[in-house]
T-cell receptor, first 112, second 114 residues
Framework: QKEVEQDPGPLSVPEGAIVSLNCTYSNSAFQYFMWYRQYSRKGPELLMYTYSSGNKEDGRFTAQVDKSSKYISLFIRDSQPSDSATYLCAMSFLGGYNKLIFGAGTRLAVHP | EPEVTQTPSHQVTQMGQEVILRCVPISNHLYFYWYRQILGQKVEFLVSFYNNEISEKSEIFDDQFSVERPDGSNFTLKIRSTKLEDSAMYFC????????????FGPGTRLTVL
């Protein structure tokens, strides 16, 4: 079983739609959870980070963590064509030097 | 807004040659990382570096790889004898000591080994 599973998509939605992106993980020791956005051939850009179970909102983005189900989500409201990118979930353990373990990334296309 | 920078953006080299990839982390950050991403695959951890020494390395980071912080601003990844399978995007990342492990990534160096 892979440590972090993420559906690679592609996911195609119309402008204005609500997008739901998800990851599951197998190791209950993961404590930090991040979402990155990556445009083609560019570096990952940190969007959201969370530590505890529950929701965290930032503008059009909401990150949700359910540690009991080992499931994290990123919701994008009022999606825009500029949101078209690959979204990577990443997670790490508490303490230590905190290497990130990434999901495969979900490719999102928002069409006008 | 401060950002991680990397040079060069693209490096082409012949198999067996040495390459050095350079990174300038964000100035008040103290933890540094290298990751790589082979085309179409996941971002993979290579090595973490803190207090002038390697703190953790992956199985990928064998004797052909080394890292160095030669001065107060640069952080380098050296591949001694490149192989075809080293072709990938290499990302440098950094973070502060006080963050919830928010790592900030550079734009990457695309390494092509011929």
């Amino acid at each position: 079983q892979k440590e972090v599973e993420q559906d690679p998509g592609p996911l195609s939605v119309p402008e204005g739609a609500i997008v739901s992106l998800n990851c599951t993980y197998s190791n209950s020791a993961f404590q930090y959870f991040m979402w990155y956005r990556q445009y083609s051939r560019k570096g990952p850009e940190l969007l959201m980070y969370t530590y505890s179970s529950g929701n965290k909102e930032d503008g059009r983005f909401t990150a949700q963590v359910d540690k009991s189900s080992k499931y994290i989500s990123l919701f994008i409201r009022d999606s825009q064509p500029s949101d078209s990118a690959t979204y990577l979930c990443a997670m790490s353990f508490l303490g230590g030097y905190n290497k990130l373990i990434f999901g495969a990334g979900t490719r999102l296309a928002v069409h006008p | 807004e401060p950002e991680v920078t990397q040079t060069p953006s693209h490096q082409v080299t012949q198999m067996g040659q040495e390459v050095i990839l350079r990174c300038v982390p964000i100035s008040n950050h103290l933890y540094f990382y290298w990751y790589r991403q082979i085309l179409g695959q996941k971002v993979e951890f290579l090595v973490s570096f803190y207090n002038n020494e390697i703190s953790e390395k992956s199985e990928i980071f064998d004797d052909q790889f080394s890292v160095e912080r030669p001065d107060g601003s640069n952080f380098t990844l050296k591949i001694r004898s490149t192989k075809l399978e080293d072709s990938a995007m290499y990302f440098c990342a950094s973070r502060t000591t006080s963050s919830y492990n928010e790592q900030f990534f550079g734009p990457g160096t695309r390494l092509t080994v011929l």
